[in-house]
T-cell receptor, first 114, second 109 residues
Framework: ETGVTQSPTHLIKTRGQQVTLRCSSQ?????VSWYQQALGQGPQFIFQ???????GRGNFPPRFSGLQFPNYSSELNVNALELDDSALYLC?????????????FGPGTRLTVL | QQPVQSPQAVILREGEDAVINCSSS?????VHWYRQKHGEAPVFLMI?????EQKGHDKISASFNEKKQQSSLYLTASQLSYSGTYFCGTANAGNMLTFGGGTRLMVKP
């Protein structure tokens, strides 16, 4: 158990809809990173939030957006869902990104887009 | 650019050893190793922070060759519980991870 929680566990949406995924970070961590993991592949970095600001972004379009709250929990929003967005979405919490730190993953949200 | 892992898959008998390699075309700040079982989240194994560093716990260890821009994970006397997919992740200065494609490891009795 990492202390990182995500909700919901599973989600089914249709093309064009919008979705919000949630992540609660481990106690003492102020950084949340989001990853997309397609079936049979490694996790791909979406973006990172540090102290409520986006601290870095991977190669994902603007319809992927996020938020981080004062308690360091975070949301991932995806607009105009496409079939290729079907994946396991993982969040990971860690300490200050200025130092290399272990990222602890939550159990993930499995998103299916029909 | 994502690191390249090899082999892509390996099947072992219980008690056998395995080595998983992770290579990058870019300079590495650190290397992070995770194991993921089917339907579960990646579980942290270890992190290597500088060239020449070696770490290990139980019968799993890793090395980091900064000059060669590669890391290796060593699994000794494998157990059934070692089955899963192993990922290496390389971090940039902001601690954002780029993962390799994974190595599927199956340990049979």
């Amino acid at each position: 158990e990492t202390g990182v929680t995500q909700s919901p566990t599973h989600l089914i949406k249709t093309r064009g809809q919008q979705v919000t995924l949630r992540c609660s970070s481990q106690s003492g961590h102020n950084t949340v990173s989001w990853y997309q993991q397609a079936l049979g592949q490694g996790p791909q970095f979406i973006f990172q939030y540090y102290r409520e600001e986006e601290n870095g972004r991977g190669n994902f379009p603007p319809r992927f957006s996020g938020l981080q709250f004062p308690n360091y929990s975070s949301e991932l929003n995806v607009n105009a869902l496409e079939l290729d967005d079907s994946a396991l979405y993982l969040c990971a919490s860690s300490g200050d990104p200025v130092v290399t730190d272990t990222q602890y993953f939550g159990p993930g949200t499995r998103l299916t887009v029909l | 650019q994502q690191p390249v892992q090899s082999p892509q898959a390996v099947i072992l008998r219980e008690g056998e050893d395995a080595v998983i390699n992770c290579s990058s075309s870019k300079a590495l700040y650190s290397v992070h190793w995770y194991r993921q079982k089917h339907g579960e989240a990646p579980v942290f194994l270890m992190i290597l922070l500088k060239g020449g560093e070696q770490k290990g716990h139980d019968k799993i260890s890793a090395s980091f060759n900064e000059k060669k821009q590669q890391s290796s994970l060593y699994l000794t006397a494998s157990q059934l519980s070692y089955s899963g997919t192993y990922f290496c992740g390389t971090a940039n200065a902001g601690n954002m991870l780029t993962f390799g494609g994974g190595t599927r490891l199956m340990v049979k009795p």
